[in-house]
Each structure stands twice: as C-alpha cells, then as structure tokens.
C-alpha cells in the first residue's frame, strides 16, 4: 500500500522560507510523477509543482515560479519542496500527490498547471504552512 507522509509546515513570516517533505513508502515512481496541490481555506484545490520522476523534468504554475521549487532524492521517493520569499497568499494546507503511470512529463504538467489531479493515485494527509504578513 502507497503511503505519502509530509513533513516541513508550519509559520514562517512574509518573505521568509519552509522545505516540505513528501517519504513515499510501498511504492517507487521511477516512471511517474510527484507534485505538491494545496487547499486556502473556502478555496478549490490548486495545483504548484510537480516532477517527472524519470528525468527530473519540473513544472509550476506562475504564482510561485521563481520562488519555489520541486526536487527528489536519487532513489526517487522523497519529493521536496523549497519554497522562499513566501507571500500571506501562499498560507493553504499542502499535499503531496503521486502518479504511479503517467503518459509522460507533459501529462504531469498538465495537471498540475490547470489544477486536475485526476492523474495522482496517492496522497498525503496535507501539512499547514501560514505565512503571516
């Protein structure tokens, strides 16, 4: 059974920084995609970033571009992400998201930047990151 568990939320300060943590267990995803959504509160889910695990191909979507950033360990179970300059706008609950068998980089992509996740099999429980101004 896949397990996703993220770790690294908590409050930090306008323009300050958090890494959260995704450990997969049950499950290597050498051939899919990891991501991060997150959930404000009385909002939709939103997509943020995801990486093909197979090449290590990234993508964002705009609001956090050039502020965040995706990455994993080498054997491809650990998904990161950095995120600095944090702004208020950015206080949600996060969560971690796998795609076991994707098509390629571009679905993954797709479904992050127009916030469909119907591709991710997996998910974490969610961490709260608040950014107070």
């Known amino acids: 059974q896949v397990q996703l568990v993220e770790s690294g939320g908590g409050s930090v300060q306008a323009g300050g920084s958090l890494r959260l943590s995704c450990a997969a267990s049950?499950?290597?995803?050498?051939?899919?995609?990891m991501a991060w959504f997150r959930q404000a509160p009385g909002k939709e889910r939103e997509g943020v970033a995801t990486?093909?695990?197979?090449?290590?191909?990234?993508a964002y979507v705009d609001s956090v571009k050039d502020r965040f950033t995706i990455s994993q360990d080498n054997a491809n179970t650990t998904a990161y992400l950095q995120m600095n300059s944090l702004k208020p706008e950015d206080t949600a609950v996060y969560y971690c998201?796998?795609?076991?068998?994707?098509?390629?980089?571009?679905?993954?992509?797709?479904?992050?930047?127009?916030?469909?996740?119907?591709?991710?099999?997996?998910w974490g429980q969610g961490t709260l990151v608040t950014v107070s101004s």
């Open positions: 998201a796998a795609a076991s068998v994707v098509a390629g980089a571009s679905q993954c992509f797709f479904a992050v930047q127009k916030h469909r996740p119907g591709i991710f099999n997996a």
């Open positions: 990486i093909y695990t197979r090449t290590g191909s990234t």
């Open positions: 049950g499950w290597t995803y050498t051939g899919g995609c």
